[in-house]
């Protein structure tokens, strides 16, 4: 009689084990969505990423990566890591809609280049900026790229500020982008990234501005005339979690996945300037190109600094700090 039920406990734990297993391995499984398309930075990055962690944790935890907006636009992924159904997500100028201070870089021809970047990374961003998402309920564990933004359009190349007057200019969802738009008289509209293309192509909108990853992956210059290399304003993206599930994996697997997003921080850089260099050739025979007048966009810009100086408590001495930070470099 023992041994019979012995046998209906081992049979039973033998049909049931491979249930239990998946059920594990999916516990595992932590989902990136993002709003990039295949061959954009953010894509490259997060798949990069993806096979770097499941590399090696040793199948502790996987990353599985969801881009060109399969789990959500931004503003959705943002919502999804509160809820805990998104693991991980690359906003990047939304985060200046989420709290103030990030608006630091919507400041035109703020950030120099990649090396100044750096240094506004480790020596403002980690103690004054990150710490304001997370009363936010986020955590942001690695800092990343978007890129040096243009702008391309359907009317006539861009060369000052003065040349945007009238044109209906898709931005991200930023207040400081459209105020800045705003302030050299184009007519700035807000629009997720996955709606551009179509808003283009029909004549909804006139142009766009964007990195070169971002333009070339998404396309636009097959819908587009002229591209104006303004390199207006250059746009971190943020590796970010929702702090509540953030806190819920083990601390060590934590520590794990936070030294390889970091670790990806110089991958991403070199990445991003090949990737400005590469395409920037590849679309020379579909669009228009010319090098806007950067000095008479400084210029036009005071206005737009003394307004988020007044405006975000603290804006203006972060301004001042990062301005100094970039002093060394040209």
């Known amino acids: 009689m023992k041994s019979k039920k012995l046998f209906i ?7 049931f084990l491979p249930g239990i297993l998946t059920v594990q391995a999916q516990a595992a499984e932590l989902k990136f969505g993002h709003v990039g398309a295949p061959g954009s930075l953010f894509a490259i ?53 989420v709290v103030d201070v990030f608006g630091l870089f919507e400041m035109p021809y703020l950030v120099k280049n990649r090396s100044h970047m750096r240094a506004i990374r480790d020596r403002l961003f980690w103690s004054q900026l990150a710490p304001a998402v997370e009363k936010q309920g986020y955590k942001i564990i690695a800092v990343w790229e978007n890129g040096f933004r243009n702008i391309t359009n359907n009317i006539k190349p861009i060369n000052v500020p003065a ?41 909804v909108i006139d142009g766009q501005e964007n990195p070169m990853a971002q333009i070339y992956s998404q396309k636009f210059q097959e819908v587009q005339k002229y591209l104006s290399l303004t390199g207006h304003v250059y746009t971190p993206a943020y590796v970010t979690v929702g702090a509540q599930r953030w806190a819920k994996l083990p601390a060590e697997t934590r520590a794990k996945i936070e030294a390889i997003a970091q670790g990806m921080q110089e991958f991403v850089y070199l990445k991003a300037q090949q990737l400005d260099d590469d395409l920037l050739e590849k679309v020379k025979g579909s669009v228009e190109i010319n090098t806007a007048d950067k000095d008479a966009f400084i210029e036009a810009s005071g206005a737009i600094y003394e307004e988020f100086g007044k405006a975000v408590p603290g804006g203006a001495e972060l301004v001042q700090q990062a301005v100094e930070l970039g002093k060394i470099y040209k």
């Open 9 to 15: 406990a081992i049979l039973s734990l033998t049909l």
């Open 163 to 203: 040349d945007l007057a009238g044109i209906k200019l898709r931005t991200p969802k930023g207040e400081w982008r459209l105020k800045m738009f705003k302030s050299y008289g184009a007519n700035p509209t807000p629009m997720a990234l996955s709606e551009v293309f179509v808003a283009l192509q029909t004549g």
């Open 45 to 97: 990055s997060v798949d990069e990423f993806a096979k770097r962690v499941n590399a090696q944790m040793g199948g502790e935890v996987t990353v599985a990566a969801f881009g060109s907006s399969q789990l959500g636009k931004d503003q959705e992924l943002l919502k999804k890591l509160r809820l805990g159904t998104v693991d991980f997500a690359l906003p990047s100028t939304v985060m200046s809609s």
